[in-house]
């Protein structure tokens, strides 16, 4: 596709269940960088990959959180035995790799919600 | 990467133009402004960025203060559509992403 996709849109569950949030980046794009946004919030990082590694993990709230990416395209972000405060929108984002000044092409998010 | 400050929210009329203010007094001297927007139930959006000079493109304009403290984002004609948070943020030169956004100024459009 022309951008970077992301799905499932929305996702409800309860609490102490796993979820798997994906992220399909623009094609070429050897950057991939994982946002999550509370309401009314600035954006916080969580993790990005430099094609299947990820440099930077220091952003991920907790060890319940992980995140692959493989064939350096579509990423995955785990979220295990989910808590309500991990409910925000996840959002993903792509670029070359130019370091400094790469514009990053972000996805429409995934709400999730934990009940 | 440095922290910037700017307004929570502002209005403008329609077909008027449009300066959002960005403050960034502990920016070094490899660090680009970028600014990004991010429409209602959106992703972030690219808008510009710059390092010294002042810069154009389609969308806007960068205005870039000669000590690198602030910068000035400038929408020539505001329409509804430029309704949205937009988000001024400093990247490393030799940083690939943005560890740090503020909650940015939410951009009223009056019609």
């Known amino acids: 596709g022309a951008g970077v996709s992301q799905s499932p849109s929305n996702k409800v569950t309860e609490k102490g269940k796993d979820v798997e949030l994906r992220c399909d980046p623009i094609s070429g794009h050897t950057a991939l960088y994982w946002y999550r946004q509370s309401l009314g919030q600035g954006l916080e990082f969580l993790i990005y990959f430099q094609g299947n590694s990820a440099p930077d993990k220091s952003g991920l709230p907790s060890d319940r959180f992980s995140a692959e990416r493989t064939g350096g395209s579509v990423s995955t972000l785990t979220i295990q035995r989910t808590q309500q405060e991990d409910s925000a929108v996840y959002l993903c984002a792509s670029s070359f790799w130019t370091a400094g000044m790469p514009e990053a092409f972000f996805g429409q998010g995934t709400r999730l919600t934990v009940v | ?111």
């Open chain 2, 1 to 111: 990467d440095a922290k910037t400050t700017q307004p929570n929210s502002m209005e403008s009329n329609e077909e008027e133009p449009v300066h959002l203010p960005c403050n960034h007094s502990t920016i070094s001297g490899t660090d680009y402004i970028h600014w990004y927007r991010q429409l209602p139930s959106q992703g972030p959006e690219y808008v510009i960025h710059g390092l010294t000079s002042n810069v154009n493109n389609r969308m806007a304009s960068l205005a870039i203060a000669e000590d690198r403290k602030s910068s000035t984002l400038i929408l020539h004609r505001a329409t509804l559509r430029d309704a949205a948070v937009y988000y001024c943020i400093l990247k490393g030169m030799d940083s690939n992403y943005q560890l740090i956004w503020g909650a940015g100024t939410k951009l009223i459009i009056k019609p």
